[in-house]
């Protein structure tokens, strides 16, 4: 059964410093791989999804995420922080066989001025 | 194209009492989720229908839980009775396979007293 896992509940950077927040995933299969945000008191918005074309896949608002089969790792990046980036990050995986999205637990993001 | 859409925004109930949650996904949509969050528990997946069939509810808590898609534009999740520990975020979501991701709605929030 696919499974993600997330390092780090909180990571805080500052603001103009590289965002990197990770995520490891499990599948038996081939995976789709996806990071969502969550804004305070909203639902869960599309970042960027791979699904088996590039390995680096581009997202909104910057963000960008590698697939490593090697390391079964899709780990999330942005090159410069802005205030506007503090929120809650999901990374999630599907199998494909059928539709199930698994989530991870969520890292929250925080922006030191 | 109105995307997600969940009612009511905020539910507060009394222990006890009978609570229905609605959602519309988006039209064309043939996937629907619902997934349940919380601070402790992060966001548990608990049913999905796939062209208006329930697919699995392994996630579904108990048998208080309930939850139908009577046609392709409009879900329920019915929790009788409700309880304290229910008190979460409901979010609803809609899509199209896993290889397009999927669109979240604004959530319900439950409150039950």
């Known amino acids: 059964a696919q499974s993600v896992t997330q390092l780090g509940s909180h990571v805080s950077v500052s603001e103009g410093a590289l965002v990197l927040l990770r995520c490891n995933y499990s599948s038996s299969v081939p995976p789709y791989l996806f990071w969502y945000v969550q804004y305070p008191n909203q639902g869960l918005q599309l970042l960027l999804k791979y699904t088996s074309a590039a390995t680096l896949v581009k997202g909104i608002n910057g963000f960008e995420a590698e697939f490593k089969k090697s390391e079964t790792s899709f780990h999330l990046t942005k090159p410069s922080a802005h205030m506007s980036d503090a929120a809650e990050y999901f990374c999630?995986?599907?199998?494909?066989?059928?539709?199930?999205?698994?989530f991870g637990k969520g890292t929250r993001l925080h922006i030191l001025p | 194209d109105a995307g997600v859409i969940q009612s009511p925004r905020h539910e507060v109930t009394e222990m006890g009492q009978e609570v229905t949650l609605r959602c519309k996904p988006i039209?064309?949509?043939?996937?629907l989720f619902w997934y349940r969050q919380t601070m402790m528990r992060g966001l548990e997946l608990l049913i999905y229908?796939?062209?208006?069939?329930?697919?699995?509810d392994s996630g579904m808590p108990e048998d208080r839980f309930s939850a139908k898609m009577p046609n392709a534009s409009f879900s329920t999740l019915k929790i009788q009775p409700s309880e304290p520990r229910d008190s979460a975020v409901y979010f609803c979501?809609?899509?199209?396979?896993?290889?397009?991701?999927?669109?979240f709605g604004s959530g319900t929030r439950l409150t039950v007293v």
């Open positions: 229908f796939n062209n208006n069939v329930p697919i699995d």
């Open positions: 039209s064309g949509h043939n996937s």
């Open positions: 979501a809609s899509g199209s396979g896993p290889n397009y991701g999927y669109t």
């Open positions: 999630a995986v599907s199998e494909g066989r059928d539709d199930k999205i698994i």
